[in-house]
């Protein structure tokens, strides 16, 4: 079992930034894929990002390259996702996810893939 929580959500004015992180905790030595989702009011949620235990690979959502960037720290045990150029609509509840993985440059897209979740932070993009 592996425990996330999100940090670094908050109100932001359009254009600006924000950076998010996902400490884990718990069996933290197997090897994990993680991700960063969000979900919009009455949306389902969505794939922002994602990245391979090794760091060498990642995977984005076409709304957000070039703005976003996820990137982790496996000695610290966290994954951060780095937000430039906000716009409204990025607001979302923005959850970080883990995937248990025997493969270090594995990437995954789904939520489906994903068997840890964190409580999720708010993001607030205001025009």
């Known amino acids: 079992q592996v425990q996330l929580a999100e940090s670094g959500g908050g109100l932001v004015q359009a254009e600006g930034s924000l950076s998010l992180s996902c400490a884990a905790s718990?069996?933290?030595?197997?090897?994990?894929?993680m991700g960063w989702f969000r979900q919009a009011p009455g949306k389902e949620r969505e794939l922002v990002a994602s990245i391979s235990w090794s760091g060498s690979n990642t995977y984005y959502a076409d709304s957000v390259k070039g703005r976003f960037t996820i990137t982790r720290d496996n000695a610290k045990n966290t994954v951060y996702l780095r937000m430039n150029n906000l716009n409204p609509e990025d607001t979302a509840v923005y959850y970080c996810?883990?995937?248990?993985?025997?493969?270090?440059?594995?990437?995954?897209?789904?939520?489906?893939?994903?068997?840890?979740w964190g409580q999720g932070t708010q993001v607030i993009v205001s025009s």
């Open positions: 718990g069996r933290t030595f197997n090897i994990y894929a």
């Open positions: 996810a883990a995937r248990r993985t025997y493969f270090t440059t594995d990437v995954y897209s789904s939520q489906n893939d994903y068997n840890y």
